[in-house]
């Protein structure tokens, strides 16, 4: 084991992190401000990549692919809202969980009847090709970097958004009590649909990311709404700040759990076999993680006062 | 006095068992494995019925109960089948009350243990807890390669009851709906203990359980326990039923179907389990032989049943349910 491969490993683990992050600060916000839990979070990173993928081979151009991911899963999800989400802000959540369920099946039957069972391809943008040399001499991708990047852009964005604008006092007023800023004249219902598709569009922005990484297919979403969800139960649901934290967490013990587990058994047992115990092990790394840390404070490390 | 609801039961029942029967008396063996797989899916149902309806425990993780079953059915088998033995020189098995003892208990003593940390959480922590729990154990499933991995593990000969020629579609479906009705059995004997008061109350207002000094905890640890044994059960027969396990038996798809199967035939009735599966793999046939993308179907009919039907099936056959 080298330096490099560490570091490589650890900005993999951060890369990770940060897309994570975009997924859950969606979920968290629209848990917190409206108290809903919403499975097709997943089907929203899915529709931001197809997106991407889609208007990046017709225009040739990456950016526009990404300022398209961006819309198109704020339309969805706004379109969702109007139609489908806020039938169920009132219901409990078993309803909540079933109809969002529901979405799932539409969104990947109806991707799949547009696009075919087969996945689309996104190239990475020239800008961002190529590799920088990491320090121990290992080359590491641009683009990687650069994922990374956006997101704490975006994370320093959310802050500023949430912290210091008109639009954010009222979705910090919102998560601590509905009815009352209802009451003080601030059209709740609008505010429930901009929340809901800037989650939507931050879910896409993250699709369209991965998507130059990975294939763009149907179903690719549901991977990372669990982690995302176990990264909201570990940070606390309802906390942006505790989303982050948890992100960053889930992303970075999962890589590193799947480099080093099968490193540290090989040192007991044959090399053969260190793998095979390893990988399995890794891979309930972070289930672990969650239920130990569940074990110490069962409403995860930031908790919501009021959730 | 029978009430209304009791009548559909009945009929409910009466068709299970004579829609196979008479499908295998005119030689339509098809028919009597789609009953067959009515009958599991609504006993896996019935399991999580107990949490869900009864204790109002939405898991969204039961679906690692039912595939812990099929992968203890399908490993017994195996080893059964290559002569090594299993664990501390046991050998696998091929006999079915064999097997779904130690179903039941592997998945129950498995519920206990997610049982235990989930249960300390609620609402929507609980939801997203259990679903993660299973996760972990279907990346497990996949990433554990002795039994088949991402490949799955072939059953090759399915497993035996004294007495019964298993390999009879319409002898398995007899033996998978029997074990039906003793699930409904034991949740009706459940639902009218003691125990099950609790376990309702508790779901209804959780402060005043702990008032009169039962502590919802313990109770609702063993409803969850039971549910999944239940569940565990079912799993077993699924993979006999097809003779193959797979981790897509543990996936979260899964999860979400068992309980699409308890809305779509009524929250908390006995037989809303059975009215659901019959419904959902009725859809299932009927929209998969109309086009490719039943699925997209589905999910719109699910999203009406949840936004304007709130009963399901049953409460539409058999009005609202006495308690809520």
Redesign the interface.
């Known amino acids: 084991m080298t330096l490099a491969l560490a570091l490589e490993q650890l900005l993999n683990g951060l890369q990770l992190g940060v897309m994570l992050f975009l997924m859950a600060a969606g979920l968290t916000l629209i848990f917190g401000v409206m108290g809903l839990i919403n499975l097709a979070h997943g089907s929203l990173y899915m529709v931001g990549a197809f997106a991407c993928a889609a208007v990046a081979s017709a225009t040739g151009s990456f950016w526009i692919g990404l300022i398209a991911s961006f819309a198109c899963a704020a339309a969805a999800g706004a379109i969702v809202e109007l139609l489908v989400i806020r039938r169920l802000y009132d219901r409990d959540h078993l309803d909540q969980v079933l109809a969002t369920f529901a979405l799932i099946l539409i969104f990947s039957e109806g991707t799949r009847w547009l696009f075919g069972s087969f996945p689309l391809y996104l190239d990475i943008p020239r800008l961002l090709q190529g590799a920088v040399a990491l320090p121990g001499g290992a080359q590491y991708p641009v683009y990687r970097l650069a994922i990374i990047a956006a997101g704490a852009l975006v994370a320093l964005g959310l802050y500023l958004l949430i912290g210091k604008t008109r639009l954010g006092m009222r979705i910090r007023a919102g998560e601590s009590d509905r009815e009352m800023i209802g009451a003080l004249g601030v059209d709740i219902r609008t505010l429930y649909t901009v929340v809901f598709a800037l989650g939507a569009a931050l879910a896409g922005f993250a699709g369209a990311m991965v998507g130059a990484l990975q294939s763009v297919q149907v179903g690719m979403g549901e991977p990372v709404l669990i982690l995302a969800f176990v990264v909201i139960v570990i940070g606390g649901i309802g906390s942006i700040k505790g989303a982050l934290l948890g992100a960053l967490l889930v992303g970075v013990v999962d890589t590193m759990g799947r480099f080093l587990l099968p490193q540290v058994l090989a040192l007991f047992v044959p090399p053969s076999q260190a793998g095979l115990i390893g990988g399995a092990a890794a891979s309930m790394l972070i289930y672990v993680m969650m239920a130990l840390i569940l074990a110490v404070k069962p409403r995860g490390l930031f908790a919501a006062a009021h959730a | 006095m029978l009430t209304r609801e009791t009548i559909v039961n009945i009929v409910l029942a009466a068709l299970l068992l004579a829609v196979p029967l008479a499908a295998n008396a005119s030689g339509q063996p098809f028919y009597v494995t789609i009953a067959t797989r009515v009958a599991i899916l609504a006993l896996a149902a019935t399991g999580l019925n107990l949490a869900?309806g009864l204790g109002g425990l939405?898991s969204?993780g039961h679906a690692a109960f039912f595939g812990i079953g099929g992968y203890a059915a399908g490993i017994l088998a195996s080893h059964s089948f290559s002569g090594e033995p299993l664990l501390f020189g046991l050998s696998g098995t091929k006999q079915m009350p064999l097997i779904w003892v130690v179903a039941m208990l592997v998945a129950g003593l498995v519920g206990l243990l997610i049982g235990t940390?989930s249960l300390?959480?609620s609402?929507?922590?609980f939801?997203?807890?259990t679903?993660?729990?299973a996760?972990?154990v279907y990346?497990?499933a996949?990433?554990?390669?002795a039994y088949g991995g991402e490949d799955g593990l072939s059953i090759l000969v399915r497993n035996q009851f004294a007495g019964v020629n298993t390999m009879k579609p319409v002898s398995f479906f007899l033996i998978c709906y029997v074990l039906l009705m003793l699930a409904l059995g034991l949740f009706v004997l459940v639902r009218g203990s003691r125990f099950g008061s609790a376990l309702q109350a508790a779901r209804q207002n959780e402060v005043r359980v702990a008032t009169v000094g039962i502590a919802p905890y313990r109770i609702r640890l063993t409803a969850f326990a039971i549910s999944a044994a239940m569940t565990g059960l079912a799993g077993a027969l699924y993979a006999d039923l097809n003779r193959f396990v797979s981790p897509s038996m543990l996936s979260?798809h899964m999860s979400?179907e068992l309980?699409?199967l308890i809305?779509l035939g009524g929250?908390g009735r006995l037989f809303g389990p059975l009215a659901g599966a019959a419904l959902f793999v009725i859809f299932e046939y009927l929209l998969g032989g109309l086009t490719e993308?039943w699925?997209?179907f589905?999910?719109?009919i699910?999203?009406a049943t949840?936004?304007f039907a709130?009963g399901g099936l049953l409460g539409l056959l058999a009005g609202k349910a006495r308690h809520g």
Do not use: D, K
């Not at chain 2, 996949?142 to 390669?145: D, E, F, L, R, V």
């Open positions: 869900l939405v969204f940390i300390r959480t609402g929507v922590y939801i997203m807890i679903l993660a729990f996760q972990m990346y497990f996949i990433s554990w390669p979260w979400g309980i699409v809305i929250t993308r699925q997209f589905l999910g719109l699910l999203l949840v936004l709130r």
